[in-house]
């Protein structure tokens, strides 16, 4: 690969970004072509890990408007200070924005994180939590039904949602496959509409067959002759 072209990219995306992809000792062509292998990956994930996060947030939305006996449950029922901060933070950001607070703003507002944290030991005394599994996953298998693999699944697909979200690497990870697998068996427990809807535009297995080596052929086709 042409230094120059090396160097330039290097420069815009930095030096501490692309590192990761080098860490092994492989050459520039190798490294830029696992960086944009990295980009189809995520990307490939994107539109199934978006489907899981609304309807994960929805349901659990459903069942606790149910408890609560009204939309605003966020004001009525018992959370921990650290709930209280996002939700007064999801506030902040609407006001901020000029607009009205409303239910479904503060939904969309509230991260991942928070909708995942109701899942935890840290609620485990808290009545909606047991409403929330027995509402929202009536047909995960009785094995899985308790709540410390349901927060271990559900943390990994957060961690997987927060670096395809923030463009980290995720092509290392020797769990990827499984972890896809996870994330549509998750949905599927769900809404099996939904699991249909991100069956029909998965791309993940396809992309991830592919593997670097043919952005590599890419690279070189494209940027060997870059002046």
């Known amino acids: 690969m042409n230094k120059q072209f090396y160097s330039e990219i290097e420069n815009s995306f930095s030096a501490s970004r692309l590192s990761v ?7 520039d062509i190798t490294c830029i ?76 507002e509230l991260t991942f994180g928070f909708w995942t944290s109701l899942l935890t030991p840290r609620y485990s005394q808290a009545s909606f939590q047991s409403k929330i599994i027995k509402t929202c996953f009536r047909s995960i298998p009785a094995s899985q039904r308790n709540i410390k693999n349901l927060q271990t699944r559900f943390d990994r697909i957060r961690i997987l949602r927060n670096r395809v979200s923030h ?17 549509l068996e998750s949905i599927k427990w ?29 690279v070189k086709r494209h940027w060997n002759k870059y002046k």
């Open 21 to 27: 992809y080098k860490q092994d000792g492989a050459d």
């Open 33 to 108: 072509a696992r960086y944009l292998y990295n980009i189809e990956v995520c990307k490939s994930l994107y539109s199934s890990l978006n489907i899981f996060e609304v309807t994960f947030r929805n349901s659990i939305d459903k069942v606790l408007c149910t408890v609560a006996g009204a939309d605003n449950w966020y004001d009525i029922l018992p959370l921990d200070a650290t709930s209280i901060k996002n939700i007064n933070d999801a506030k902040h950001k609407i006001q901020k924005k000029g607009k009205p607070i409303t239910h479904d703003r503060i939904v969309s």
């Open 167 to 183: 463009h980290e690497r995720i092509i290392h990870w020797k769990n990827l496959n499984n972890q896809h697998n996870e994330l």
């Open 190 to 218: 769900l809404d099996r509409a939904s699991y249909e809807l991100a069956c029909s535009c998965d791309r993940f297995s396809k992309v991830y067959a592919k593997e670097f080596k043919l952005y590599k052929k890419y």
